[in-house]
Every structure is written in C-alpha cells, then in structure tokens.
C-alpha cells in the first residue's frame, strides 16, 4: 500500500505542502465501504473483500484546483461489534463518507442512524457525504433474486430461482431497495452531499472525494491545524495557550468551526 | 383433606438432635410425637426481638420457636421445624398435625414410625428448598442464610456464598455481617437502636480494592467503588483476601452474566455454542451437578454450601488453564512426586494431579519440565517396589516411553491416588480404541516413521498448495531434524514432554509441516480433538444444508481472518478445535458480540504502555492519538492482518504456546522499538504511518550498517522478538490475568454505558425525559438480568433484549408497587392460611381468604398479561425496549381519555366493543387488585359504586327479571357471576366445596340477563366517582414511579420503625376492627354451605386457637394485641420476599410495606369476600336484588 501515493490519475506527485484531510468511512457491515477505498486508493476491485478488522487506514493524495489534498482515510469496520470504537476513528475528522447499500433497505437505516450519531457527536463541521453503493448490480438487468444479505426485506420475490445454489449474486443482478429519490431526499433534508457509487465499475467514486475536497474549508485547515502540525506552532491563529498542549487538533477543530460560520 | 394444604417453606429443617428439655424453651403445644417450643425471651421481649430482627437471633442461632419430633427409640429429641414467627411455626405445627398424627397411629413400631416420619421432612425440605442454602448441612451456614433472606428482601432462590463479621464506615463504625451471596453484597448491623443495612448489586460494583483499615494498621479493609462512583469500606475482615477473591469471584461471574444476558450480547458470539462448553451458567453447572447426586428421597439430603462449590471451581479451573486441559477434567488427586523420564537419570521434583483422563506433572524446582499425559494414552501401569519412596509408579506410554513417578506423601493419600487412577483407567478403554486412527492424522507419526513427505489426506492447504514463506529461507529441514531428536527423547503428540529446550524450538519459529500439530499440542486442542473423535464430522453432517445461523456468523466473523490462516497448516477439523480454544481459553471475549475481552485487553495494553515507557504514554496522550487505534486490530487478527504472514505465524507459534502475555509483549516490544519516531508523530494519520512502513520492512537487517557480519543479518523481526523477550520479561501470564481481573468490571461498566447511550438515541422516548429514559433502560435490563440468569439458549438473537411475560412482571414490578404480584414460588405460603391474623376469628374467613389471595394473583396476573399483550404491538410476545417505552408512555402521559379507553380494552375480552357482565366485574377485580396497596376504604366504596353504577347505566339485553328490594351498599354485590376466566375455573376447582356451588350456580345461566356497556357508558360511571375519575385522570399514572424509589422512603431508624409500626399498628387494628364490624351482618348472613367448608377444614387444627389464647393471655391490653400484629405483617414479609423488581429500592422500608400488605390484604379480602360470597348466597333470587335496585335509582338519577 506504500504505492498508494503515486496511483491514480489525478493524483500528483508535488512538492506543494498538501492540505491533510481525515476522512472516516462508515455504514453497515459488507456495503463496500474498504472496496470504495481500494478503488479511490488503488483504483483496484475485488470480488471477496475481507471484512475489515477494527479499522484500516490509508492515505490518498489528490490535486484539487491548486491545492494539494492528503486524504487520510479511516475505513472503519460495519459489524456491530465494532461501533463502540467509532468514535475513536470520527473524532477529529473533517468529512465523512456514510455508505448504504443500494440492494438492501436495511442499510440506509443504518446509514441514517449514522448519521444522527455524527451530527450529535462528531466535530459539528464535519462534511458527510451519503453514498449508495453497487449501482453495477441494478443498474443492468433487472432480473430479481434474493439476495443473501436481504433475505428478510424482499419477501415478493423469494419463489423464484429457488433451487439456485450459487450464492454469488453479482452475475445475477439484485433488485434495488434504496429508490434514488428516496435516499437523495433524506440527504437534502439531512445536509448531506450525496452520491450513488459502484466500487466494481468505478462509477462515482472519485466525485465523492472531490466533492467532499471541494466543500471543505481547506483554507482554514492549512493555516491552522496543519500549519501547526508542519511548523511546530501550536494552536490557531498564532496564539499560543496552555489547553493547546493537551488538545491542540481538537481545539483546530473548534476553530474550524468559527470560521465556517462566517 | 390434607393434601390441600402445602407445607410452609423455609421452616422445615433436615432433622437435628437436640434437646427436648431446654431450659431457654417453654413448651407450648405437646401431643404423643410431637412439641412445639418457644424461646422463654421471646414472650418477654417480644417487641424487642422483632425490632433486634433476625440478626439477634443469628447470633444466638437460635430461632424463638421450633418444632421437635419425640424419638421413641432414644430420649434425644430431633427438631424437625423452627421459625423467627409464630405465624410461620403454626403453619408448619397444623400441617404436622394434619399429614403425620393418622399415620402414626397406624405405624406401631417406633423405629418405623421414626424412619416414615423423617423420610418425608427430608424430602419436604429437599423438594422445597432445592437450591438454597436453607438445606446445607453445616447449620451455621443455615442460620446464617435464613438471616440473610429474612432481613434483605431477595428471592428464595437466592442462593447465600458466605457471611463474614465486619465494620462499615459510615460517619461512624458499625460492627455488623457481611452477606456474600449470587448476586448482592449485603451489609447489616444493628447497634446502639440503630440500624444499617446495605445492598449492593452485585452487577453494579464498579471497582474493588483490598485497603488497610482506616487507622492504616492492618491490611484488613476492602473499598467497593460502585458504577455511579458510590464508595462502600468495609473493615476489620478477618479473612479479607478471602472476602475479596470471593468478590472478586462472583464479580467476574456477574459480568459474564451481564454480558451474555442483558444489552451488551445479543449476536451469537460463541463460535462453539453447539457442544455446550464454556458458554455454561457457572452457577447453573453447579447447582446441576449437586443435586444429580441426590433423589429427593435420597437418606441424608444435604447440599454443600455454594461457597465450597465456588472453591472448587476455581481450583479446576486453574488446574485446567495450567495444563491446557478441556474443561471436562476435573481436579481429582494431587501429590507431591518425583518424575524420571525414560532411560534418563534426571530426575524432576514437582506435583502430580490427576483428572478424569489426565496424569499431569509440573516440575517445581527451576528446570521447567511439564506433561499432561492422557490416560488413554497408557499401555501399562506398574506399582514400583523402591527404596526412595513406598509408592512409584511406573507407567508405559503408547510410545513406548517409560515414565516413573514417585509419589512423596503420606501411605493414605499414595493410596488413594493409586486406586483412583486404577478406575480412571478402567474408564478409559472406549477412548484407547479410537488412539490409533487418531495417532495417523498426526505428522509426528509420519515423521518417525520416516515418511515425512507423505502427505495426510486431511491436511492443511499449505500441503496442497504451498506454505507461505521460503522454506529455505525459512530453514525449515534443519528445524525439522530438530524436532524430531526431540520427539524421540521427550515423546511426541499426546504424550510430549515439555522440557526447557521445548520454548526455545518454539521461538525460533516452527517447521511448516510440523506447524499445526504443535499449534495443537501447545494450546492442548490436540486433547479435544483426541477426545472427541468424529465430533467435527457430525457437526458438519448434521448441519449440512442448512445454513445454521451461527455457520453464517463465522463465515463473515472475525474468526474467519484467523480461521483462513489456520487452514494453510491445519486440516478443518484441527482449525475447529483450534478456534474453540481460542475463543475459549485463549482469548476469551475477544469475538463476542462486544468484544468485551479484546477491549480489556487493551485497556491493560495502555496501562503496560503508561508503566514500561511513561513518556511515549505521556506523549500520546498529550497530541490525542488513542492506542488501541493502531493495537486492537494486532491483537484481534494476532497480527495476522498487521504483519507479513511469515512472521504473524512466527508470533503464532509463541502465542499458542505462551498464551496472550506474548501479544502484549510483542505490541510493547513494536512500540518501543519505533519510539522515536512515534515521538515526532502528532496525530494518528503519522502514527499510523510509521507503524505500517515498519511492518513493511520487518524483513530488513535491523543493523545495517554494522560491522558485525552477524549483528547485519539479525532482521527487524529478530529484533522485535528479542526485545519481547527481554525487555517486556516482567509480563508473565500471572500478571496478565491479575490485571484482567483489576479492569474488567470498569471495561464492562464502559461498555455497558456506550451500549445505553447508543439505544437511547435510538427510542423515541415518546414524552419521557432523558432521565426518566435512564431509568426505563436500567430496569427493563435489570429485569432481564435477574429474569433468567439460567438463559442459557438465548442465542437467538432480539430474545436477550427483549422482555417476555416473565420478565414483564418483575419489570413492572420495579416501577409500580401494585404490579408487585407475589412469586409462584411462595404459593406454600400464601394457600395455607392457618389462622392467627386476627381475620381468622370469623369463622370460615379460613379457606376464603386463601381462595381470596389466590384469586388476587391470578386477577393481578391477567391484568398484567393483558397489559403486555397491549404493549406487544407487533404481537411477537416478545417486549422490546421501544415497545415498553411507548406502552408505558401512553399509561403514563396519556390523558383521562386515553387511559379509560385502555382499561376499556383491556377489559373487552370478547372485543366486541362493549363489556358485558363477567367483562364488567373482571374490571372491577383488576381495579381492586391495583387498589390493594391503598388505605381501603375509599377505593372500596368507589369500586362498590362502578359495579352498582356500571350495572345500572349497561344496556340490558336478554329480558330483565325485576324485583323490588331495597338494597344498600353491601348487598349490591349480590349481583355477580363467578367465572372470570379459564384459570380461574381451575383455581377455583381446587377448592372443593365451593366449586360445586358455583357449578349449581352456574348452571342456570338464564336467569342472568346480560348486559352490555358501551365505552361512553364506562366513561360516565367512572367520571361520577370521584375516587376513580382520580384514578383514571392521575393515580394510576402516578403509580408509575421511575425517578423515585417504587415505595414510600422511610428512615432507617429504629425508632421511626418502631413508631410508624406502632401506628400502622393501629390503624391496621382499628381498620379490621371496623371492616368486622360493619361487614358483620353480611359475614354472619354467610351460606351455610360456606360456613360448613370451612369449619371442616379447620376441624383437627387446634393449634391456631391455641396460639391466639397463648397471646390473649399473655396480656389481652393493647400492646399485645398490637404485638400480634406485628407479628402478622413480619410474616407478610417473607411472602413479600418472593416479588422480584427493584429490591435495592424496597429493602429499607420492608417492615412497612409489610404492614400494609397485611392490612391490604385483610381489606381486600374483605371486598373479596362480597364478591365471592354472593355468588355462593345467590341460590337464584339474590341477583335479582341488584336489578331492582339499578331500576330504582335509574329512575331516580336525572
Ligand atoms: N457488485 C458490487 N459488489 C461490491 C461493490 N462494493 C463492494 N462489493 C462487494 O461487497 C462485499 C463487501 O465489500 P467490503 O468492501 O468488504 O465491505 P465493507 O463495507 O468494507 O465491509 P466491512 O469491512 O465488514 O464493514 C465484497 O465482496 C465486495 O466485493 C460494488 O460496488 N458492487
Ligand atoms: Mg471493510
């Protein structure tokens, strides 16, 4: 993964100070959130993706106008079991990427649920970015077929192809249970960015980090936070003050806020 | 007859000698075989031992009054009952009269008569008391227990571990007893007119520490931190390190509980739940194994105190983790031994242990030498004559290796180990059958025989495919040659010795086609898999096809990153046992629904890191990078996911072998040897930066540039390893599982806190507080935890978070005192109402009022359950914390309206919208089961007037028969019907009599007409009474208490006790007095038929009169009527002792509770009695009194 840094197309090779962004990945467990990252990170896909193990990070630098953006990027774990430690990972993250997945209503509710914690919780000018992934699988045939994740939600189509013992659903096509409007509607509501991705195909993955590049105020990171971390000064706005010790980057974050707010 | 009446619980004792002529005992009633006693004291001070409590009588371990069986064989006596109340030791005294004077009239033999009589106490006790600590066989322990249950308010199967003598500090030092028992910590002293009494959930306990007594002297204090911060210090503790590992014990058995029955576990976690081990009730498993050595009719009945059980637990355990044994072996021998091996001169001086299938050997002179020899495994035993010691063993292994042990310790006990191993071996043939077929999956074997290149038929992927790595590199020939010198000296697979060259060879990393089967022998999953031949393969069959849950759960578990790996070295069915070891023993927690284990463990991590290297600790934590970010995946993966494969199975090969210390010793080791750069590492995007280019180049020479040719090919994981090793030596597996112990309750309180925070914010609270939404969640999980600590089967998942009928009861329990229904388990108590509450002087109050209180349970069950039915809006019959919330919301927040329609409703039985007679009184019942708690007589009068009101407005519909009568208040309940509903057809069945009244009565259901009540109409009448509109607009809400305590506060002191009983004394008193009174003309215009019941079961009872004349003549002024009073409601105590719900909040006013309870019942009984009686008095004519009446005042009201 230490090629990371020179992949992809629009990513650069620069000698300009980037601009640090950590970015965290949630959602529900097997979406494709670490197959979304593959594909931004590596432009790579593959079929049996492990589930991640607590959380793994990568990094991804990307041109943005003149600037130069290091990702950071947290890609969580969905199961359950590992939602106690979110906090650890979206702490202190400028953006958010809440991922559902397009075949499986329960998902979103998921996602929602997300996203409810990240607004109460997280830093409150953190950037989300609501993301419908494996567009690949509905967006071909239509031909429907229960899948193995869904088999609670699409009880009218269960008779057929019954006595199909494969269980690799990509071949076939799953009908979608995430209606675009639907999602797209709660994100307007919600504040959020919103995307539909195919980690397979590649399709709208990179839009997401623009975007997501694009709405934050890079500006201020790069001359408070990151400024500190390069230069050695701590805290914002040249001010030195004793609480800056124990949590300067939170207290940047604080700061980000005010700015925002302008 | 006499098989209506159940025996009293919790005074029958096992039969004890004693003394019949005790000076301390006056007797009271004598007959041919039998003599009820009461301490002298007990007259004299009567009030005095009552307000003393029980523990005066602890101390003296002696209870005021007892029951004595006069041997006829002998002039010793044996006690066969004794009782703190008089109440209690009446019952048991007429159900001795009753079930033993005929048949001991009919036995002439003394010997026989003495064997039936004792037969059948021994059962009674047995059979009532299973499970308690009432029937042990040390009697201290007895009375120490009955102490406990008597003075907290818990539930009779709470089960007492140990008492000790203590002191609490409060603002001054009490001198009292500390109660240990399953799940609470009790305090209670009571000195100087003071009393104190504390009780600690055990669930709650946040932190425990052993202190030194405030003075600082002695090392005798133990400080419990409870979850909310609240400190407890208890001192002077002879045995404190006692006390506290006992705490610490039952503690950590309470967390697993907590975490396997409540909120924090809710998936499938245990990849093993199948074959049933480790996912065992610890207490369960006890309690199972004592009582399958004992029928209920077994001689000598006695169960050994939880506290002896609890010991033993602990040394198997530590017996098993030791020798990496299953947890089917149980510690059976041990001795002090000499061990040679083979032909060798060495000898080891260590302990030899035997379990079921295991002789095991620990060296305890410095060379580590240790064996855990399957007994199937042995080909012959000799008894050695030697001169060194009177006992050797000389043992011929499978493969042919001689062992000797010499067993140093006194004849007895040599031969007693000797005649124990003769039957383990006798046990053993089955499994000696299967060794050989086992032994060929075994590379060893292969190895020896020199054909290592054959490959086994099951065997790992890397045999097909490749093992990762470069065998060359990797050394792997040489390391194998290694090994197998060894195999030849020290035995091999199952019978391995495990001698000081064995960690080295493991260290330096293992041979690939030897990999797995050390892997197995290391972890002792050799042992399960040789165990339990085919056990894998039937699993699979008998799984086959269906996708089980579970197969699901671990197809996309954690355990499959590591089960994938395993598979490279191990066939399936090695892996599978693998992982149960490593779920089990390993890593216990680690892949639960919570991860409970892996985050304690990280929790120690962090507090290693602070104590081995403070600055990179201290730097951390200053720029807000959180370790286990970067370490919780190492420790879950075994850095299967963090390193390059060949050297994550390299500290595979350490961790199986040493257990978990390695991985913190490893992750301390990585830590420091990058603590430079994590130094200049400010958040976690660099942290993580420079721990991933390390791991990338773990291949690389950790000294480059030195000089040293051999120094330049020790690579960065050579390095690493050494520094574990050596730097991080001071983590031994001792102090892993010390800190483990000191930070698990923290960890789970943690957890359990997220867990809240994260559900919370998924209800919608409806119009609850935050606060109030606290509460809610406290008792809903409260309720499930003490609901079923048996769930064993609750894999299913919602089942564990979700609430059945049970739990529902004792979940309303806790928020509403009137939904405090008395427990099955004290039914003994409750039918048998052998009169000396002052009731008792009508006559035939007798079986009614034990028909009455029935009844109030059954009604107060049907309502309960028809309230859950109203929650269960998906109609699951299950009750999720959204559907209590909500249900209770509209109980709570909805208006006047709203809660007449629900009672409407509820009462609709038929749904068709109206409430018909039967519908009518049912509500009625409901509203007087509510009531009981309350002052009567205004709820009495209110109740009387919706029945007379509600009949009068209800829409007739068969043709009414009119007659006039004028009628009062009383006789209006003439009108009633005496079917509710099916379980209450039965409950009435059983009493005999009357039940064929009601069958006459009931046969002529047409001269009932039938009405019908609209809700319009229900509303009406309950908005013309006052008292109900009350209820209906705010007492019923208000009876719902979630921020204050379920029951009135009351003070501690004994002086407040003391006045507020005599009060309630009096009121009590005064209430019946007047209840008799003006009941009079309707108790003496009782039926005949009633009358005649009652005063037939009563036939053969003396004692209850006798004990009352006993009382009048011991006074007959007011206090002494007041003292039988009391003496009523200290009984009502023990019944109350059955409610489940919040005992923490009852237990300081349970004395009061009890009086009104009394004095509820007494009322009700009364309100019950009109209901009931009518329906027998009403031979045909009597209703129509009603319908006159209803036409009377219809046409009078405007
Ligand atoms: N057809 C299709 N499959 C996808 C897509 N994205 C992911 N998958 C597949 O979905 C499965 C799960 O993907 P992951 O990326 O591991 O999901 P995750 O969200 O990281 O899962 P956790 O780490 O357990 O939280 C894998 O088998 C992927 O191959 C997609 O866009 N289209
Ligand atoms: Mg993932």
Redesign the interface.
């Known amino acids: 993964m230490s090629q990371a840094n020179d992949a992809g197309s629009q990513v650069i090779a620069s000698n300009m100070k980037p601009v640090q962004v950590k970015l965290v990945l949630l959602g529900e467990a097997a979406v494709g959130k670490s197959s979304l990252v593959l594909r931004f990170v590596n432009d790579e896909f593959q079929e049996n993706k492990e589930p991640t193990i607590g959380a793994a990070f990568l990094t991804q630098k990307c041109r943005l106008e003149d600037k130069v953006i290091k990702f950071e990027i947290w890609d969580t774990a969905g199961q359950e079991r590992f939602h106690s430690l979110a906090p650890m990972y979206y702490r202190n993250a400028q953006a958010a990427v809440v991922v559902y997945d397009v075949t499986k209503a329960s998902s979103l509710e998921k996602a929602k649920s997300w996203v409810k914690e990240l607004q109460r919780q997280a830093n409150p000018n953190i950037v989300i970015a609501l993301t419908g992934n494996k567009v690949d699988l509905v967006s071909g045939g239509r031909k429907s077929r229960r899948t193995s994740e869904g088999e609670d939600e699409d009880e009218d189509q269960d008779a057929q192809e019954v006595d199909e013992d494969d269980e690799d659903d990509e071949d076939y096509g799953v009908s979608r249970q995430v209606p675009t409007e639907e999602a797209s509607a709660y994100a307007q509501e919600a504040g959020l960015l919103f995307f539909e991705t195919s980690a397979k195909n590649g399709e709208g993955v990179a839009e997401v980090f623009t975007e997501i590049a694009k709405k934050i105020p890079l500006e201020h990171i790069l001359s408070s936070t990151r400024g500190a971390r390069a230069g050695g000064v701590n805290g914002s706005n040249g001010r030195v003050d004793l609480q800056t010790g124990a949590n300067g980057q939170r207290l940047g974050g604080q700061q980000d806020k005010g700015a925002c707010a302008c | 007859m006499a098989h209506h009446l159940k025996p009293p619980q919790h005074v029958f004792i096992l039969p004890t000698p004693c003394d019949q002529h005790n000076p301390l005992f006056d007797t009271v009633q004598s007959t041919e075989n039998f003599v009820l006693q009461r301490t002298k004291a007990s007259k004299s001070q009567f009030l005095n031992s009552f307000l003393g409590t029980i523990q005066n009588v602890f101390d003296t371990k002696q209870a005021p009054f007892r029951i004595l069986f006069r041997r006829q064989v002998n002039a010793q006596s044996l006690m066969i009952a004794e009782a703190e109340t008089q109440k209690s030791i009446d019952q048991a005294w007429s159900w001795v009269q009753e079930n033993f004077v005929v048949g001991l009239q009919v036995l002439d033999d003394a010997q026989e008569k003495e064997e039936w009589v004792l037969t059948k106490i021994r059962s009674l006790v047995t059979r009532a008391d299973k499970g308690t600590d009432d029937i042990t066989s040390d009697e201290k322990v007895r009375s120490a227990s009955r102490a406990f249950r008597q003075t907290f308010n818990v539930l009779p199967s709470e089960r007492l571990v140990s008492y000790y003598s203590c002191s609490y500090h409060s603002k001054m030092m009490n001198q009292g007893w500390m109660y240990i028992s399953e799940n609470y910590l009790c305090f209670y002293s009571f000195m100087l007119g003071m009393e104190t009494k504390i009780f600690l959930e055990l669930k709650d306990i946040g932190d425990l520490q052993k202190e030194k007594s405030k003075r600082g002297v002695f090392a005798d204090a133990v400080r419990v931190v409870m979850k909310d911060g609240q400190e407890y210090f208890f001192s002077n503790l002879f045995h404190r390190d006692e006390t506290y590992d006992l705490l610490v014990q039952l503690t950590t058995l309470t967390m697993e509980r907590l975490l396997r029955n409540t909120a924090l576990e809710h ?1 499938p976690g245990q990849s093993n739940g199948d074959d049933g081990e480790g996912v065992k009730d610890v207490f369960s498993v006890d309690v199972d194994s004592l009582d399958s050595n004992e029928s209920a009719y077994s001689p000598a009945p006695t169960t050994r105190p939880l506290r002896l059980g609890l010991e033993e637990q602990k040394r198997d355990s530590q017996f098993q983790l030791r020798f990496n044994l299953p947890i089917s072996e149980h510690l059976m021998e041990e001795s002090s031994a000499t061990m040679v091996l083979g032909d060798k001169t060495d000898m080891f001086h260590g302990r030899v242990y035997m379990s079921e299938s295991f002789l095991c050997f620990v060296c305890t002179d410095a060379d580590p030498c240790v064996l855990a020899l399957p007994l199937f495994t042995i080909r012959r035993v000799e008894r050695m004559n030697s001169r060194s010691a009177m006992y050797a063993l000389n043992i011929l292994s499978w493969h042919q290796m001689r062992i000797v042990f010499r067993l140093n310790g006194p004849r007895t006990q040599c031969e007693k180990f000797c005649s124990t191993l003769k039957t383990n071996l006798k046990l053993q043939v089955r499994a000696m059958r299967s060794l050989k077929p086992f032994l060929a999956t075994c590379f060893s074997e292969a190895l020896l025989a020199d054909r290592p290149d054959v490959a086994e038929k099951d065997s790992g992927l890397g045999w097909i495919f490749e093992f990762p790595g470069d065998p060359k590199k990797l050394k792997n020939k040489s390391k194998t040659k290694l090994w197998l010198q060894y195999f030849k000296d020290n035995g091999r697979n199952l019978t391995m010795t495990k001698m000081a060259t064995f960690p080295k060879l493991i260290r330096v990393g293992l041979p690939n086609k030897l990999r797995g089967e050390i892997w197995e022998a290391c972890s002792g999953s050799l042992y399960l898999r040789s165990m339990n031949p085919g056990e894998y393969t039937k699993l699979l069959k008998d799984n086959e096809g269906k996708m089980s849950l579970s197969l699901e759960e671990i197809e ?3 355990n ?2 590591v089960a ?1 790996n395993l598979i490279s070295y191990q066939s399936e069915e090695q892996a599978f046992w693998m992982l149960n070891v490593l779920c089990d023993r390993l890593l216990p927690g680690y892949y ?4 409970y284990g892996a ?1 304690l463990d990280q929790t120690i991590l962090e507090h290693l890191l602070e104590k081995t290297m403070p600055i990179l600790s201290k730097h951390l ?4 990078v ?1 370790l ?2 970067a370490c ?2 190492w420790f ?2 075994l850095f299967i ?1 963090s390193m390059p494969l060949v050297y994550a199975f390299r500290v595979l090969d350490c961790f199986f072998f040493e257990g978990p210390k390695v991985l913190f010793q490893i992750a301390l080791a990585i830590l420091k040897v990058n603590g430079d750069e994590l130094l200049a590492s ?4 660099a942290f ?2 420079v721990l ?2 390390y791991f ?1 180049t773990l291949d690389e020479s950790a000294f480059p540039n030195s000089t040293n040719p051999k120094a330049r090919a020790l690579t960065k994981f050579n390095e690493l390893m050494l520094v574990a090793y050596k730097e991080f030596e001071s983590i031994t597996p001792e102090l892993v599982a010390e800190l483990r112990r000191n930070h698990q309750l923290k960890v789970v309180h943690n ?1 359990g806190s ?2 809240k925070r ?1 559900q919370l ?2 209800i919608a609270p409806g119009r609850f507080s935050k606060d109030e939404m606290s509460v809610i969640y406290d008792r809903f999980y409260s309720a499930l935890f003490y609901g079923r600590p048996q769930a064993r089967g609750s894999n299913k998942q919602g089942e564990a978070r979700a609430l059945d009928s049970t739990t529902f009861v004792s979940f309303l329990g806790s928020i509403a005192h009137w939904a405090q229904v008395e427990d099955d388990q004290v039914d003994g108590d409750e039918s048998v109402t052998v009169g000396n509450s002052p009731g008792h002087r009508r006559r035939g109050s007798n079986s009614t009022t034990a028909t009455a209180r029935e009844r109030r349970r059954i009604v107060g069950r049907h309502f309960i359950s028809r309230l859950f039915e109203r929650f269960d809006q998906n109609g699951t019959g299950l009750l999720s914390l959204q559907e209590v919330t909500t249900g209770l919301d509209d109980i709570i927040h909805g208006d006047l309206m709203t809660r007449m329609q629900l009672f409407f409703d509820m009462h609709d039985l038929n749904k068709d919208g109206t409430l018909n007679r039967d519908e009518i009184l049912g509500m009625s019942e409901s509203l007087l089961f509510i009531f009981r708690f309350d002052d009567g007589d205004t709820y009495l009068g209110a109740i009387s007037n919706f029945i007379r009101n509600a009949f009068e407005f209800a829409e007739k519909v068969e043709s009414p028969k009119k007659e006039t009568s004028s009628i009062d208040l009383d006789a209006d309940k003439s009108e009633t019907s005496e079917k509710k509903d099916g379980a209450e057809e039965e409950e009435t069945k059983e009493n005999g009599d009357i039940t064929e009244e009601d069958k006459s009565k009931s046969s002529s259901p047409s001269e009932e007409p039938e009405i019908q009540m609209s809700l319009p109409s229900f509303r009406m009448v309950v908005l013309a009474d006052e008292t109900l509109e009350q209820f209906f607009d705010s007492g019923f809400a208000n009876s719902c208490k979630l921020l204050e305590p379920v029951d009135r506060q009351r003070g501690l002191f004994a002086r407040e006790v003391f006045d507020s009983l005599l009060s309630e004394g009096r009121k009590l008193a005064g209430s019946i007095a007047g209840g008799i009174q003006s009941r009079g003309s309707s108790g003496r215009s009782q039926s005949s038929t009633l009358a005649t019941s009652s005063s037939a079961t009563l036939t053969g009872r003396t004692s209850p009169s006798a004990s009352l004349s006993d009382k009048s003549t011991s006074g007959g002024d007011a206090d002494d009527s007041k003292s039988s009073l009391t003496l009523t409601s200290s009984q009502g105590g023990e019944k109350s002792a059955g409610q489940a719900g919040n005992v923490h909040d009852e237990y300081e006013d349970e004395d009061e509770d009890d009086d009104d309870d009394a004095e509820g019942d007494d009322l009700l009984d009364e309100v019950d009695k009109f209901l009931t009686e009518f329906d027998l008095e009403s031979g045909g004519k009597k209703n129509l009194g009603l319908l006159s009446a209803t036409d009377e005042d219809g046409s009078s009201s405007p």
């Open positions: 998936a996309k578990d954690l499959r990153f994938v639960s629904t919570s991860m985050l934590k200053k720029v807000d959180q286990s970010v919780l995946p879950l993966s996911n400010r958040d976690d995007g993580m930066d991933k280019k990338n957890i997220f867990t994260s914010r998924n």
